[in-house]
């Protein structure tokens, strides 16, 4: 909602700031899980495979979860640069990089998540993968609307709002 309010005040096109924030994103978020796998911040769960770390002040050795964010992040910039190859080849619109890079990452977070070890939870989820999935409903939302989807649904909802005149009249 900031983002496009912001886009709207400076007269900027949403997609084209998209495409722009998710590699820029991607980006800043390796530089700053090393600085977080460095200093320990946050520190997997309990594992008995040979590349778990021990942490200062916990138990046994800990699924490193930063270094499985920071491959899961190149993996996903690799894939956003070969998806910009072919959409710079077959004129995809702008905004869809930066919608297919925020779906990606709030999938492969959402899966990360589950080796952290954490005790905020709501319900049956952790507070950041609700979080994720929210980001993903938005994302998709957008790519409903992107793709023309917005438009397809239009006709029902001048429908509804037909129906919704005529049982006013008569209740």
Known sequence: MVL????????VRVGHVLDAVGPAFGSAFLVGTLGAFLDGTYVGTITNLP???RYVGHLGRRHPVEVYEIAAMIGILIFIAVLSRRGSQKKWPYGILGLWFFAVTS???FLLEFFKDTRVYLNSLRANQ???VALFAETIGAFYVRG???EAIRPLVNRLKTYAKFSKRTA
């Open 148 to 150: 023309g989807g917005r």
């Open 4 to 11: 496009v309010s912001l886009c709207r005040k400076y007269k």
């Open 130 to 132: 609700w979080i994720l």
């Open 107 to 109: 999938v492969v977070m």
């Open 51 to 53: 590349w778990g770390v």
